[in-house]
């Protein structure tokens, strides 16, 4: 085998894509920083009982495990930065007051996630701890959707859940973990047949609405036939009730339900979202309220913080974009002429990019867009469009 050759679904990320993933990292973070969200830097590896506590199976699966030549421990590389920053709200912050956190880093699957998926995404998310009303939920929502269009993504359609129906059927039958995972699974893919088998036996109620749910998807229309279809249970009317006050403010976005959709990682608690495109073929964004996360980490009971969230995969993201013109920049000769060199350095202090061309490649091209020249006209040195 080649030296140079990577691991399957692990790839370089060359100039152009590069350039064009900086670029979105700094706008989507300028946009949670103009909401009042503050910049934190987990590290790429902890111990694995940090990583994985109160996170469920999907996140064990996905992460890779190391021993600490230090310690003796095992560590993981994180496959989600989700419970990295919730420890961060509830550990060290330690605050009682609303916060508001954003990231980004990268992130590594055991597997691809999704068909041509990397095994190393790039994750970019924010998470607001402290509030258990919709105002939240609502908020994050609103700065997921601004994020994308600040990414120029237009179109957007938000397709909403929670996680609170199937938690809600699942507790009053005193489903084993075993079963839950099952049914999970089942409706996750909407194996209507496999979950008849899995709810033989299950109180008929709790059966018929399990079995109902994976219809249950489409426009506002399916919250209708949910009130009627599904228990009459304060918690899940509750569920259906904001499901529809968020709806109703989601902008200009078109809004739908997938009720029996349980994707993701099992630390959700209620709403969950996830926002496409036409343009790309899984969802850009994924979010919602994973309230008690935190607790785990926390030495009082008080530290079981709601908390309300989402991220996206530059990675992804930057493939469902279009591309960035190149940049545009001034073409330099290269030389020792303290004139040339102060006139430069000038240029480059007023935020121009000054590209110097190396003796003998004046013909080559390169990643900027050179639409002026620096130029020496009696005994000066001027920019001038080429």
């Known amino acids: 085998m080649s030296a140079w050759v ?13 350039r064009h993933i900086e670029e979105l990292r700094r706008e989507l973070l300028d946009t949670a920083r103009s909401y009042g969200y503050e910049l934190v830097m987990p590290p790429l590896l902890e111990h694995i009982e940090s990583l994985l506590t109160g996170t469920g199976e999907a996140l064990d699966l996905q992460t890779f495990k190391l021993v600490d030549q230090l310690s003796g421990r095992t560590l993981g590389l994180r496959a989600d ?7 961060i709200d509830a550990h060290l912050l330690g605050r009682s007051a609303v916060t508001r956190l954003c990231y980004c880093g990268p992130v590594l699957h055991t597997r691809p996630d999704r068909p041509h998926a990397t095994r190393e995404p790039l994750q970019l998310g924010a998470e607001i701890y402290g509030h258990r009303g919709m105002e939240a939920d609502l908020e ?3 700065l997921a959707q601004a994020c994308l269009r600040a990414a120029r993504v237009q179109k957007l359609q938000v397709d909403l859940a929670d996680a609170r129906i199937v938690s809600a059927l699942l507790d009053r039958q005193q489903a084993s973990p075993e079963q839950r995972h099952a049914i999970q699974q089942a409706l996750s893919v909407k194996d209507s047949s496999a979950l008849q088998a899995l709810t033989t036996g299950f109180q008929p109620v709790i059966a018929t609405a399990l079995q109902a749910l994976p219809q249950l998807y489409g426009d506002v229309t399916v919250l209708d036939r949910a009130t009627q279809e599904l228990p009459q249970w304060p918690e899940i009317q509750i569920a259906l009730e904001q499901l529809r006050w968020l709806a109703s403010r989601a902008g200009d976005a078109t809004v739908s339900f997938d009720l029996a959709d349980t994707r993701g990682y099992a630390y959700y608690s209620g709403i969950r979202f996830a926002i496409y495109a036409p ?3 899984d969802a850009l964004a994924r979010g919602g309220r994973y309230d008690g996360v935190g607790a785990v980490f926390g030495h009082r009971v008080e530290r079981e913080r709601p908390a309300v969230g989402f991220s996206v995969d530059l990675k992804q993201l930057v493939s469902a974009v279009p591309a960035l013109a190149l940049k545009a920049a001034i073409r330099a000769p290269w030389s020792d002429d ?4 102060a006139a430069i350095a000038s240029l480059r202090s007023r935020g121009e990019t000054v590209v110097c061309v190396m003796p003998g490649h004046e013909s080559e091209i390169d990643e900027f867009q050179c639409d002026r020249e620096l130029i020496e006209a009696a005994g000066h040195w001027i920019v001038q469009a080429v």
């Open 81 to 87: 930065t989700t419970p990295q920053v919730a420890r």
């Open 279 to 281: 343009q790309a073929s």
């Open 6 to 18: 990577l691991p399957d679904h692990i790839a370089d990320v060359l100039p152009s894509e590069a």
């Open 338 to 341: 303290d004139g040339l060199r």
């Open 140 to 142: 994050v929502l609103e």
